[in-house]
Structures are given as C-alpha cells and as structure tokens.
C-alpha cells in the first residue's frame, strides 16, 4: 500500500487545490492520505525537511513542496511507488 502525507494549512490559497487533488488521485488508485498538522506533526516535518506548503510526501520521499502539482503528476508520482 501506497502512504501518502499532505501538509497543508488552512491559510494557503494553494493548499486547498492540491488536497482535492491528491484527495481525488489517492483514492482512484488505492493510496492511504495522512494530513500532517503544521502544529501537531511538526517532528514528522522536520524529519522530512519540508519548509513550505503545500506539501506531498509519498512513502516517505518528498515529491512536491510549495507548489501545485497537476492531477497528472501527482498521478505519475504515485504510480511510481506502486510498482
């Protein structure tokens, strides 16, 4: 199974895009999503090194941050994982 994390925060304009989208894509192919709390999984953040949002991390590698990947990239990025 494919593990998914998206750090997002309620203020950023793009976040909201990039959840549906990753939201959208997870499910169509299977993946768990986890959302990472700016506040509350702030150790997992730092482990991963992220410093801005949004923030796609699947199984444990940091695909996008800060920017909005389309559905098809975000697709390919997953699919990557799986095989």
């Known amino acids: 199974m494919v593990a998914v ?3 997002e925060s309620n203020f950023c304009p ?3 895009v ?3 989208r990753v939201v959208k894509v997870a499910r169509e192919l299977g993946a768990e999503v ?3 709390d700016p506040i509350e999984d702030v150790d997992r953040i730092t482990e991963l090194g992220i410093l801005t949002s ?3 991390v699947i199984n444990g590698k940091v695909k ?3 920017v909005v990947p389309s559905e098809e990239n975000i697709r390919k990025a997953i ?3 799986i095989s």
């Open 64 to 66: 996008f941050a800060g």
């Open 34 to 36: 986890k959302m990472l």
């Open 5 to 7: 994390e998206l750090l």
């Open 54 to 56: 949004p923030a796609v």
């Open 14 to 16: 793009k976040c909201a």
């Open 18 to 20: 990039v959840k549906d």
């Open 79 to 81: 699919e990557e994982e």
